[in-house]
């Protein structure tokens, strides 16, 4: 029973410009249910459906019209927030506190007919009225402060700051180049000796770096863990151990 990402889209549009002719400014919170996946697998699709009605019914408390509020797909939903202060740091502070209540309050306990279940959400938001930025845009913000959120371990809420995208890009540069650096062997191995009490070597400890032909020698505490989140890390492996 609410909008579809359609309807969000032209309502952010129209919101955006009246922020802009009259003010004050306003945001948009997109929110994730933790954990749903798992809930799905174990109780079935259909008790996930039920989950979803039941957040959705909470979440229509806080919207002002029934157009401020979407679901965008799966388990991700939308609300829109108009009336925050127009100074910078009033709104980015209002913002903070929307996004703590909205979290704390659908949150928690949830009768799922045979069962309750208990859970929380991941929640981003971004501000709107201050410059023109397309609905399109503004999603992919409010979803990218949303992840950070979820990165955190869930049961949290973020807004966006500049930096996340600047972090996003890159983070999809590193991989793209480590793809190639894996393709066309940039990949080094230093050895560093392992000695008993008496000073003679017994072994070595083999130390990955990554020569790279424009930022130069790059250490593993840059690449490994994006190695490890994108699956990289067994064919870097592989590689060591062939090498």
């Given amino acids: ?46 008790v996930g459906d039920t989950l979803l009605l039941h957040v959705a019914r909470r979440l229509k408390r806080f919207a002002r019209h029934e157009h401020d509020l979407a679901r965008l797909g799966g388990n991700e939903f939308a609300l829109v927030v108009t009336n925050l202060p127009s100074a910078h740091d009033d709104a980015d502070e209002a913002l903070g506190r929307h996004l703590d209540t909205v979290r704390q309050a659908i949150g928690g306990v949830y009768d799922l007919g045979d069962f309750t279940h208990t859970t929380t959400h991941s929640l981003g938001g971004v501000r709107f009225g201050d410059d023109d930025v397309s609905a399109d845009e503004l999603v992919k913000r409010a979803s990218l402060a949303m992840s950070h959120a979820k990165q955190e371990g869930g049961n949290a809420s973020r807004a966006f700051r500049p930096e996340m995208e600047q972090a996003l890009q890159v983070r999809v540069w590193m991989e793209a180049e480590l793809r190639q650096a894996l393709a066309t062997d940039q990949l080094r191995l230093f050895y560093q000796p392992q000695v008993d009490t008496r000073g003679t070597i017994i072994g070595a400890e083999a130390l990955i770096r990554w020569q790279h032909p424009e930022r130069g020698m790059i250490s593993p505490g840059d690449f490994i863990p994006l190695a490890e989140d994108t699956g990289l890390i067994e064919q870097i492996g592989d590689w060591v151990l062939n090498t």
């Fill in 1 to 46: 029973g609410l909008s579809n990402r359609q309807t969000l889209y032209a309502r952010l549009d129209a919101l955006q410009a009246a922020c802009r002719a009259q003010g004050p400014g306003g945001a948009l919170i997109m929110l994730d249910i933790d954990n749903f996946k798992a809930l799905n697998d174990s109780r079935g699709n259909a």
